[in-house]
């Protein structure tokens, strides 16, 4: 198939220089697999394979973009829309700078990220590794849900500057299993990203769900006062904090337009805690990565933050080219955002409660309702859910109503870090809406963050 994809897009750039057409020809192949669950029953069960053409034509200044959803042997259909993409271009508004079109200067094949057998994993496999995670915990009141996705992505692109092409291929699944009380309404989660199939353990989800569902069962249930609270985040809420800061932290982009909460006169200080270090790190498999961007840049290791002060800001080669900055090679799908552990030894929430505390603890292990209240100042909002607990200085647990914080990005990673977990892992961020793009960071288990205040209480489930 990869020889197949190389030769159809080497046709299609011959085809466009013949016809004097500049264009960029970009490939997405998908073969996606889902199960979801509810009530503890499948609900759905299906799979898709796509392929997207997506040609962009550039005349000049002037440029047009035309998608298709095609398949390989419609190679007709294909040249075609080359030849669309090019008249759009003539009659598109001309941009107040000059875009580049990347002249690759040799073939780049990845393929270390695809795991054959995280792609093939029949339905009795994921059916047991549901099974094996709820295993005992289901009754006339605890009921199952989730999902279980798993696919193959391959993305390859070409130019009429260069015969040469960028071919990447990941693999990647992502698992939510969710119990729920159907009169209480309350939700417990647990989730795990995998690269390769080997990562997948079903134990790890059954172990964290069962202690979790322990306290919900048996702890009491109360709406905690407003206030200040000392607060442990979880991975999931962790990730989504700085899945945001992403767009409105260090893009080069965002900030010239006016979004981003950090400045270029940050830059070389120090804005974060010194325990606070953020790399984008593509040798990382688990965040399934490009090793070179899309417009030919070998990517490396790109520090952002280091000990809370800020390295400087991501640059597309599109938002280079306009604001006259240099790429530094993140014209990619995603990142591979990674944040460095800390010293604190926990490895999960059951080590976490069973540690001497000396204060209360207030434990977030997710953030829902998530979103921006001010991208300029970095201040986000979102509300705890999927297994909150108040870990009382006495040792004693408590199951807290819902409950939101309202603070800036630079309050949450400030000074007021008390400590990281030494253990990190990948946490998936990815999303279903549009084309396969498998997201994961990378992120301590637990970051605990003194005296945030809490800006709502809930006062039932």
């Not at 192949?29 to 069960?45: G, M, Q, T, V």
């Not at 042997?73 to 001309?94: G, H, L, N, R, Y």
């Not at 990647?172 to 353990?201: F, I, P, R």
Request: charged share 25%; aromatic share 10%.
């Amino acid at each position: 198939m990869k020889e197949r994809i190389l030769q159809t897009l080497t046709d299609l750039r011959k085809y466009a220089l013949k016809r004097g057409h500049t264009v960029s020809i970009f490939f997405h192949e998908e073969d996606s697999h889902l199960i979801r669950f509810a009530n503890s029953a499948i609900s759905l069960n299906t799979n898709e394979h796509l392929i997207a053409l997506e040609i962009t034509a550039q005349v000049g200044r002037k440029r047009a973009t035309y998608m298709m959803v095609t398949d390989l042997s419609q190679i007709v259909e294909m040249k075609k829309a080359i030849d669309t993409a090019a008249e759009m271009a003539k009659f598109a508004q001309a941009l107040n700078y000059e875009p580049t079109i990347p002249e690759f200067k040799e073939t780049f094949i990845d393929e270390d990220g695809y795991d054959p057998a995280l792609l093939e994993m029949t339905n009795s496999e994921k059916l047991k590794y549901f099974n094996t995670v709820s295993a005992r915990m289901e009754d006339k009141d605890i009921r199952l849900s989730g999902i279980f996705s798993n696919g193959k992505n391959t993305i390859a692109q070409i130019n009429t500057r260069s015969e040469h092409v960028q071919y990447f291929t990941t693999s990647d699944c992502q698992v939510t299993a969710v119990l729920s009380h159907s009169g209480l309404k309350w939700e417990l989660t647990a989730e795990q990203s995998a690269q390769k199939k080997s990562e997948l353990d079903p134990l790890v989800l059954h172990k964290d769900l069962a202690f979790l569902l322990k306290h919900y069962r048996h702890d009491t249930p109360r709406q905690i006062p407003l206030g200040k609270y000392d607060i442990v985040f979880a991975a999931a809420a962790t990730a989504e904090i700085v899945r945001y800061m992403n767009w409105i932290g260090f893009d080069g982009g965002m900030m010239k337009r006016g979004f981003c909460f950090l400045s270029e006169e940050y830059v070389g200080k120090k804005v974060l805690s010194d325990k606070f270090t953020l790399v984008d790190d593509p040798t990382r498999l688990e965040t399934f990565p490009f090793k070179r961007d899309l417009a030919g840049i070998e990517r490396k290791p790109f520090p952002i933050f280091k000990n809370g002060i800020f390295q400087g800001f991501t640059w597309t080669q599109d938002d280079a080219d306009e604001f006259g900055a240099k790429p530094t090679g993140h014209s990619v799908t995603h990142k591979s955002l990674v944040i460095e552990g800390g010293s604190h030894k926990v490895k999960n929430i059951e080590d976490l409660v069973s540690q001497p505390r000396d204060n209360d603890l207030l434990y977030f292990p997710y953030l829902h309702y998530f979103n921006l209240v001010n991208p300029s100042k970095g201040v986000i909002t979102g509300s705890s859910r999927f297994g909150a607990l108040l870990l009382k200085k006495d040792g004693s647990v408590e199951v807290p109503y819902n409950v939101r914080i309202t603070q800036s990005m630079q309050d949450i990673y400030g000074d007021k870090i008390a400590w990281l977990s030494k253990n990190i892992i990948p946490y998936n961020v990815s999303e279903s809406y549009f084309g396969r793009n498998p997201i994961a960071l990378i992120v301590p288990a637990f970051i605990r963050v003194n005296d945030l205040e809490i800006s709502h209480s809930n006062s039932s489930y």
